[in-house]
C-alpha cells in the first residue's frame, strides 16, 4: 500500500478520497487554488500545496503544477477523482513518466473510452449493444445532417469528447437542427476543447441504468452490480438508486456481463462505470463510459458493503481484486440526492453565496451508514461560480427500497440551508411524486411530473407568519430584563396590547398584528384573518405553535433561523423564505427599475443573439452565459429595440449586472 498520495481534486470527493486513505494509514496531499485556501478538503489532508488562481483551468488543471506538488511532497501516486483530470490521459502519462501512479485506469483506456465515437467502434467489436446512430470521424455538417435525417427523428447530438451532460442537445425536428449543433459544438470546445459530435437515435422513455465495473492488473474484473440513475434534468442527474427497480436476475447478469467485456475491451484496470440506455421492455444499449468513480458510488457501496476508495488504492498498489465475482453481494435498497446550489424554478439556474446555515439530520460522513452525507462545504463556506454547483450528497439506505424512501424524505425534511437557493424542496417533492414512489422510472420523469414539482405554494402565510413571531419573541426573551416595564413581551398592568409585524411573503408585503388579552392569551390577524395562537420555544431555532382552536387547531413544530431581516421557516410540510421589515430603517427607498436584460448569475458572456438596432419581443434570446460549465441563453424581459450591448464576449459578469440596454 502506497505510504502518500496526492489527491488531485477539491471538494467533496477530495474529502471522501482523504477520508478513506486516513483509515488505511495513507497520508494525503490537497492541493488548492487561492479560491479554496480555507476549504474543507485542504484542512482534511496532512499538507496542502497552493496551484494557483480561483478558475480551474489556473488551478486544478494545470497538471505539470500537480505533478511538481506531488514530487515535492514526496507522494507515490495522484487521486484524480471525478471531473478536472480524471478522465485526461494526457495527464495518466505524465504522470507515469514522472514515477507516479496515477489512482485510474492506463492512458489507453481513457483515450479509447474518452471519444464516444471510438469507444461506440471498439464496443461493437466486443459485440456490446449498440443503439442506432452515426460515430464517425467525418463532421461535415451537412452530412452529419442526413446522417440524423437516416436514423430519424428525435435524435441526440452529443460532444464525442463529453460527459456531465454538457455538449448534448435533443433534436426532435429538421428545422431545428442547425441551431442545435451550433450550440452543441460551442459548449463542446470550451468544456472540452474539442467540438466533434456523434449522433444517435433518441430512445423514448429510456431508462439510464449504469454497471459498477472494477478490473485489476491481474487480469480480473468483476461488476458491482447497478445503478438506476433514471430522474435527470439537464442531462444531469439528481436522483440515484441500487439496484435498479424492477431489474431481474438474468438481466442483471447480461447487463454486468456486457459491461465487463466492454472494460476488458480496453485493457481496464481501476474503478469504472459503464453506463446503459435500456428501453421499458428490457432491451439496453452501451451508452458511454466513464473511466473513474463516478459521483453516485456511495449507494453501490451502501448495498455491497465494499469501500470502493480502497479498492481504487489497492489495485493502483499492484493487488488483486479484493472479492470475485462470486464473492459479491447485495442487501438492502439505497438513494442518493445531489443537494445542489440552484434554482429548480428558473430552469435549474446555478445559485452562488454563503451557506449561511447548513443544518443536517443525524449522520455519518464519507462511510456506509442508514443516513450519509458527503459534503466539500459547510456552514459559513461559499459556493463560488468558479465550481461545480453540488453542495452535499445525500444518500440512505433501507432494508427495502420503501424504507429508504421513507428515510429520504425525512433527512430532505431535516436538511436546512439558508444564504442562498437550493434545490432541497424539489428532491423531497420528486422523490414523493407518484412515478419515483411508484419506481415507474424514465429519463423524462421531471418533465412528465413537472405540475408536482415546480410553481408548489410552501408553507401558508398564517403559518410562516407565526413562526417569524415565534422566532422574535425567542430571541426577545434571551435579553428580557427584570424589571417589569422594560420587558418587550406586551405585559400590560391592565388591558390588551397589539404588536405589528411588517413582513415580506412570496413577493408581497403583509401586515401581521399580534394581540395579547390581558389573561394572558394571544392571536394573530392575518389577511384579514383572526387565529387564536400559542407557543412553547425550545430555542431560538425551534418552536412549537398552536394555531386555531378546537378541532381545527394545528399544532406545527418548526425550525426557524434570522440572517439579517431574512427568517427562514422549515415545517414538516415544507419550508418559507419571510423578509422581516423594519419599517424605520427602509424609510425613503424607492422602488428598483424593471424590464431590464441582466444577468441571473456570475459568469461569462459567450454570445449576444441580438446587435444594436435590432427590434426585439418579449421573451426572445438575447444573450448567452456561461456559469459553472454549462451555457445559460437569457431572453427579452420586454419589447423594445436594442441601443447597445455593454459587454464583450469572453467578458466575466457579475450577478445582476445590466447586459445590454433596451429602448
Avoid at 446550489?341 to 442508514?370: C, I, M, Q, Y
Wanted: aromatic content about 6%.
Amino acid at each position: 500500500m502506497f505510504k502518500k498520495i496526492l489527491i488531485a481534486n477539491r471538494g467533496e470527493i477530495a474529502c471522501r478520497v482523504a477520508a478513506t486513505a486516513r483509515r488505511l494509514g495513507v497520508k494525503t496531499v490537497a492541493v488548492y487554488s487561492e479560491a479554496d485556501a480555507k476549504a474543507k478538503h485542504v484542512q482534511a489532508c496532512d499538507e496542502a500545496v497552493l496551484i494557483g488562481g480561483p478558475a480551474p483551468r489556473d488551478s486544478y488543471l494545470q497538471w505539470q503544477r500537480i505533478l511538481d506538488a506531488a514530487k515535492a511532497t514526496g507522494a507515490e501516486a495522484v487521486h484524480p477523482g471525478y471531473g478536472f483530470l480524471s478522465e485526461n490521459e494526457e495527464f495518466a502519462q505524465a504522470c507515469a513518466d514522472a514515477g507516479l501512479v496515477f489512482i485510474g485506469p492506463p492512458p489507453s483506456a481513457i483515450k479509447a473510452m474518452g471519444l464516444k465515437a471510438e469507444s461506440k467502434r471498439l464496443m461493437e467489436a466486443a459485440r456490446v449493444p449498440l443503439v442506432p446512430g452515426y460515430h464517425g470521424a467525418d463532421q461535415d455538417q451537412v452530412l452529419l445532417k442526413k446522417e440524423a435525417e437516416r436514423i430519424g427523428y428525435p435524435v441526440l447530438i452529443k460532444a464525442s469528447a463529453g460527459g456531465g451532460g454538457k455538449g448534448m442537445r435533443a433534436v426532435f425536428a429538421a428545422d431545428e437542427f442547425d441551431a442545435a449543433l451550433s450550440s452543441c459544438k460551442r459548449e463542446a470546445i470550451n468544456s472540452f476543447g474539442d467540438d466533434a459530435v456523434l449522433i444517435e437515435r433518441y430512445v423514448q422513455k429510456p431508462r439510464h441504468i449504469e454497471i459498477q465495473v472494477f478490473g485489476d492488473s491481474h487480469g480480473d474484473c468483476v461488476y458491482l452490480f447497478e445503478r438506476d440513475c433514471s430522474v435527470q434534468r439537464r442531462h444531469q442527474k439528481v436522483l440515484e438508486e441500487a439496484p435498479a427497480p424492477g431489474m431481474t436476475a438474468e438481466r442483471r447478469a447480461e447487463m454486468g456481463n456486457a459491461a465487463v467485456a466492454a472494460a476488458k475491451a480496453v485493457g481496464y484496470v481501476g474503478a469504472g462505470t459503464v453506463e446503459f440506455i435500456a428501453e421499458q421492455d428490457g432491451r439496453f444499449y452501451f451508452m458511454e463510459m466513464n473511466t473513474r468513480l463516478q459521483v453516485e458510488h456511495p449507494v453501490t457501496e451502501a448495498i455491497t458493503g465494499q469501500d470502493l476508495v480502497e479498492w481504487q488504492l489497492r489495485v493502483a498498489a499492484g493487488e488483486p481484486l479484493p472479492l470475485k465475482q462470486s464473492e459479491l453481494r447485495m442487501h438492502g435498497h439505497a438513494i442518493e440526492a445531489r443537494i445542489c446550489a440552484e434554482n429548480p424554478e428558473a430552469g435549474f439556474l446555478p445559485a452562488t453565496g454563503a451557506l449561511k446555515v447548513a443544518r443536517w439530520p443525524a449522520h455519518v460522513s464519507f462511510e456506509r451508514g442508514d443516513v450519509r452525507i458527503d459534503s466539500g462545504v459547510g456552514e459559513g463556506d461559499e459556493i463560488s461560480p468558479y465550481y461545480d454547483s453540488m453542495v452535499a450528497k445525500l444518500i440512505v439506505w433501507g432494508e427495502d427500497r420503501a424504507q429508504a424512501l421513507a428515510r429520504l424524505d425525512a433527512a430532505l425534511r431535516d436538511t436546512h440551508i439558508v444564504g442562498l437557493q437550493t434545490n432541497v424542496a424539489f428532491l423531497r417533492r420528486c422523490a414523493a411524486t407518484v412515478s419515483f414512489a411508484g419506481a415507474d422510472l424514465d429519463t423524462g420523469l421531471i418533465e412528465r411530473e413537472k405540475t408536482q414539482l415546480f410553481g408548489q405554494p410552501g408553507l401558508s402565510l398564517a403559518l410562516s407568519a407565526a413562526a417569524v413571531v415565534a422566532h422574535t419573541l425567542a430571541e426577545e426573551a434571551t435579553r428580557e430584563s427584570r424589571d417589569p416595564w422594560s420587558r418587550a413581551d406586551g405585559w400590560r398592568m391592565f388591558g390588551a396590547s397589539t404588536r405589528r409585524f411588517e413582513l415580506e411573503f412570496n413577493g408581497e408585503h403583509h401586515q401581521v398584528l399580534l394581540s395579547r388579552h390581558h389573561q394572558g392569551g394571544m392571536h394573530l390577524s392575518v389577511a384579514g384573518e383572526v387565529i387564536p395562537f400559542a407557543l412553547s420555544s425550545r430555542s431560538l431555532e425551534s418552536h412549537e405553535l398552536l394555531l386555531g382552536e378546537g378541532l381545527t387547531q394545528q399544532r406545527v413544530t418548526v425550525k426557524t433561523y434570522k440572517v439579517g431581516e431574512q427568517v427562514a421557516v422549515f415545517a414538516a410540510v415544507g419550508s418559507a423564505l419571510l423578509t422581516e421589515v423594519d419599517v424605520i430603517a427602509h424609510a425613503g427607498e424607492g422602488g428598483s427599475e424593471g424590464g431590464r436584460l441582466t444577468a441571473p448569475m456570475p459568469g461569462k458572456m459567450v454570445a449576444f443573439l441580438a446587435q444594436p438596432g435590432d427590434t426585439v419581443t418579449k421573451g426572445q434570446p438575447l444573450a448567452v452565459m456561461e456559469a459553472m460549465k454549462m451555457e445559460h441563453t437569457i431572453n427579452a424581459p420586454r419589447d423594445g429595440v436594442v441601443a447597445e450591448l455593454l459587454y464583450g464576449i469572453g467578458d466575466q459578469v457579475g450577478d445582476g449586472a445590466e447586459l445590454l440596454r433596451l429602448e
